[in-house]
């Protein structure tokens, strides 16, 4: 009858994959088992892993806890490193996330500014440890310049990105008074956006509480140093409760960070 929608065929599986998809997922499997062959990774060598692995957590108990001067040094330098590092690294992403925003600056400027932030992108926050190590020596200054980098990298893409996204009516409104660039970032640009870049700093306060541990293996200070002294020293009685500290740390800071973005609703 005319009008009647044919039931008769059958009802097409869910996500089922095409041969195209079926041949994209063979050819990463064959790459994944030809990449395991070619770098030595076999069931004797996980087997031995395991029993290596359990023998080294046999060592690690109980804990030490007769060093927590040495500890607590440590742990007080990381949270320095990460709050200073975040502060810097914030104060520097708001000029370079303007700079890199298609709408608010010149093509030249936007392209110096996206270059910026790709180059401090692609260094690993332990590889900037490394460099700055080299260039101011031993101690937290590396650590705070290394995740200064990291900061700018990916608090200032977000925040070009976020300025890219906001409504132009308000900006064109605050320059036809005649306002200046400082205003218009000020009353146009700031409240649209500030929501979402106290979500973005939080975050990477977050995430910077994490790096600093490390950078500090590398020689930039914090409880880092201190770890991997522990390892040369063979104490992993000490190792233990360093690692114990460090994860009561990242989940108190967890913490702080969710009950901050709840108050500001971000």
């Known amino acids: 009858m005319a009008g009647m929608i044919d039931t008769s065929a059958a009802p097409r599986a869910p996500f089922r994959m095409g041969w195209q998809q079926k041949a994209a997922l063979l050819a990463l499997l064959a790459y994944c088992i030809w990449a395991l062959s070619t770098m030595g990774v076999n069931s004797d060598r996980l087997a031995n892993g395991w ?28 949270m320095q490193i990460a709050v200073l590092a975040t502060t810097v690294g914030i104060l520097l992403s708001l000029p370079v996330g303007l ?7 010149p093509a030249p400027l936007r392209a110096f500014g996206r270059a910026l932030i790709a180059v401090c992108r692609a260094l690993h926050p332990v590889i900037s440890a490394i460099l700055f190590v080299k260039a101011v020596g031993f101690g937290p200054l590396a650590g705070i310049l290394a995740l200064v980098v990291a900061t700018v990298g990916f608090v200032g893409k977000l925040f070009a990105d976020a300025i890219e996204e906001i409504s132009p009516k308000p900006i064109e409104a605050i320059r036809a008074t005649g306002a200046s660039f ?65 994860i009561i740390i990242i989940v108190i800071g967890e913490i702080v960070v969710n009950a901050v973005r709840k108050a500001l609703n971000v």
């Open 51 to 78: 029993n290596a692995a359990s023998k080294f957590v046999g060592m690690m108990f109980p804990p030490q806890m007769n060093k927590m001067d040495e500890l607590w040094q440590g742990l007080k330098e990381t």
């Open 99 to 105: 700079m890199s925003a298609s709408n608010m600056s």
């Open 182 to 246: 400082m205003n218009v970032v000020l009353f146009g640009v700031l409240p649209q956006v500030i929501s979402r870049f106290v979500g973005f700093s939080t975050y990477q306060l977050d995430s910077n509480l994490r790096n600093s541990t490390m950078v500090g293996i590398v020689g930039a200070g914090g409880i880092g140093g201190v770890l991997f002294a522990a390892f040369l020293r063979y104490e992993y009685n000490f190792v233990c409760t360093i690692l114990a500290a460090v």
